[in-house]
């Protein structure tokens, strides 16, 4: 899945984005700060497996995943954070660790922090270590129809 996909399916609904480069970096919070947004704004993606099937857990770029209250709050016997064999294939055309939020886009449910429901614009990897993608969270939450749960 390339940022090409993402890109036209927002083209196609008529929302609204930015496309912002910049340096390689590698962590969300050293994105969050190359391209000027607060970490409470930039979504970083991880990429889980509950009970066995692929999600993406979705949270602000200063938060972590607690495995446990995830699958409490979704009802799982098991969360565990998914090795990079388990979803390169799903994803083939993006740098490891740098997944957009779009997981409806290649089959996996996403589940978003409440955290960061309350934003007006999100920022998120762009598929890449160097460009970053922002747009209105509501357009987002309108075409993703994340799970809202706590992380």
Do not use: W
Not at 22 to 30: D, G, K, L, V
Not at 47 to 57: K, N, P, Q, Y
Not at 78 to 91: C, N, Q
């Amino acid at each position: 899945m390339s940022m090409e996909r993402v890109t036209r399916y927002l083209d196609e609904q008529g929302v609204k984005y930015v496309i912002m480069h910049h340096s390689p970096a590698y962590t969300a919070q050293e994105i969050a700060e190359a391209v000027h947004v607060s970490g409470r704004h930039f979504a970083k993606c991880v990429v889980v497996t509950i009970d066995g099937r692929l999600a993406l857990a979705v949270l602000p770029a200063s938060d972590q995943v607690d495995l446990q209250r995830m699958a409490r709050s979704v009802g799982a016997g098991s969360v565990e954070l998914a090795g990079e064999a388990d979803f390169r294939d799903s994803l083939p055309d993006c740098e490891v660790g740098a997944m957009p939020p779009f997981g409806n886009l290649f089959g996996m449910e996403v589940f978003v922090s409440p955290h960061l429901t309350q934003a007006d614009l999100i920022a998120f990897n762009a598929c890449s270590h160097t460009e970053v993608m922002q747009l209105p969270y509501e357009s987002f939450a309108r075409l993703v129809n994340p799970v809202e749960i706590a992380l």
